[in-house]
């Protein structure tokens, strides 16, 4: 197996001083960076772990009367039910329950984008709800801090860009990705770049997550210590930067013949921002604006088998392996 570089790693409880040089390394290399210092407890972590074991191996008639629709992009999503956004590619190989921001349905946000509304939670485990919101607060309050330090890597004003992130779209996916056989030629989740900005992930100890850095052709492993969250940033920071971050392509392929459970937290601005470079571009850097609203609904709506992808002109995060 090729040796994958260097994650750097930082720790969030040191001086803005001592991160913030690595934090510009790692986002300018892999994209990827190992955060101790999160304040996300190891036992809420665990927690977690255990409660979607528990909840995913609930009789499939219990877990399809929660299931998600074309409608209501909260719930259960089957094992193989979404198809990548780009045609060519079976369907990944995991099964989920989708969470977004709580938002109350009078709020009147939700006019103005469909994707804000209240969640549906399951039935069981009865504990779930105070769970997922204990680690949902702990991921925010971690993601407002690195986004105000890559701001200040940006050199762009800290309170104006953490202003982008009120009312976010952000949402986190519970997932559970079976065992698949060792010479099984699909994946838990396709080759793509996230189409987010931030990404923050407690990875599983039976591995299979893996990137393939700038310039490369392989494929190489994600390892953490125990302790550390993964964080990788997606296209719209990429495209904030003008192209100085890297957005860089991953995939999950569990071959481990063990269950695997993760649950990634996806960083998104409000509905009604439109991303484009905050600072000069690099040298051949050309994106065109991304409006969150748009992209995020794209995104959800090509996720369903007989849904044509349109000619939108942004990428949808898919990618060929």
């Known amino acids: 197996m090729p040796a994958i570089p260097s994650i750097p790693l930082i720790h969030l409880e040191h001086d803005d001083q001592q991160i913030l040089p690595t934090l510009e390394r790692a986002l300018t290399t892999t994209g990827f960076v190992l955060v101790e210092g999160h304040g996300v407890p190891r036992s809420l972590v665990a927690t977690m772990r255990r409660q979607l074991a528990a909840y995913f191996s609930r009789p499939l008639g219990d877990k399809m009367a929660e299931c998600i629709t074309p409608h209501n992009y909260r719930g259960y999503i089957p094992l193989g039910f979404f198809s990548p956004n780009t045609a060519g590619h079976s369907p990944d190989q995991y099964e989920g329950y989708k969470l977004h921001r709580e938002t109350a349905a009078d709020d009147p946000i939700c006019a103005a984008c469909d994707l804000y509304g209240p969640n549906r939670w399951p039935e069981q485990p009865a504990t779930l709800p105070q769970t997922v919101q204990a680690f949902w607060q702990a991921c925010d309050a971690a993601g407002q801090r690195l986004l105000g330090l890559i701001a200040r890597i940006m050199k762009v004003d800290v309170h104006a860009f953490a202003a982008l992130f009120e009312q976010p779209l952000t949402n986190m996916t519970l997932l559970h990705y079976p065992p698949r056989p060792l010479d099984g030629n699909q994946f838990g989740i396709h080759p793509h770049k996230d189409t987010d900005a931030l990404t923050l992930l407690f990875p599983d100890d039976v591995g299979g997550l893996w990137l393939r ?10 390892t953490a210590p125990p302790e550390a969250m993964v964080v990788n940033i997606g296209d719209l920071l ?11 392509p991953h995939k999950v392929v569990n071959v481990s013949g063990k269950d695997r459970y993760s649950f990634p937290f996806f960083i998104v601005p409000r509905h009604d921002v439109v991303v484009e470079p905050l600072v000069p571009c690099q040298p051949d850097y050309q994106r065109s604006p991304v409006p969150v609203g748009a992209v995020s609904r794209e995104v959800w709506r090509t996720n369903w088998a007989e849904a044509a992808a349109e000619d939108t002109g942004f990428d949808l995060g898919t990618l060929s392996d």
Request: proline content about 5%; aromatic content about 20%; overall charge negative.
């Open 213 to 222: 850095p700038r310039d490369q052709q392989d494929w190489l492993e994600v």
């Open 238 to 248: 990429e495209l904030w930067s003008g192209g100085y971050f890297v957005s860089t």
